[in-house]
């Protein structure tokens, strides 16, 4: 992944099952899956269907035509979710499950 990252080239996600085709810049999975992630692995599993064993993987290295034009997915702000369980009155709640 580290080189394909040192390239700039995308990461080419293709779904058999769902269809969906996703685009991603090497050096934002670098900063996810490790720079030593090799880059023809599937990093995780389709987010429509949530398979992984039909996933197609190609790298890309974009044309210039392809700036401005080409849909690729970017790492956006990390949303900090709050859980909440019931408990009986007087229970402790941590720790949590």
């Not at 995308?10 to 880059?39: E, K, M, T, Y």
């Not at 429509?48 to 039909?54: F, M, N």
């Amino acid at each position: 992944m580290c080189d394909a990252a040192k390239n700039g080239q995308l990461i080419q996600l293709r779904c058999n099952l769902c269809h969906r085709n996703v685009n991603f810049l090497a050096s934002d999975l670098v900063g996810i899956v490790g720079a030593n992630f090799p880059a023809l692995a599937v990093p995780f599993p389709c987010s429509k269907c949530q398979k992984s064993d039909y996933i197609d993987v190609r790298i890309y290295t974009p044309l210039q035509a392809d700036y401005g034009r080409m849909s690729v997915r970017r790492p956006d702000r990390v949303v900090k979710v709050h859980t909440w369980r019931s408990v009986k009155l007087g229970e402790a709640v941590w720790p949590t499950r």
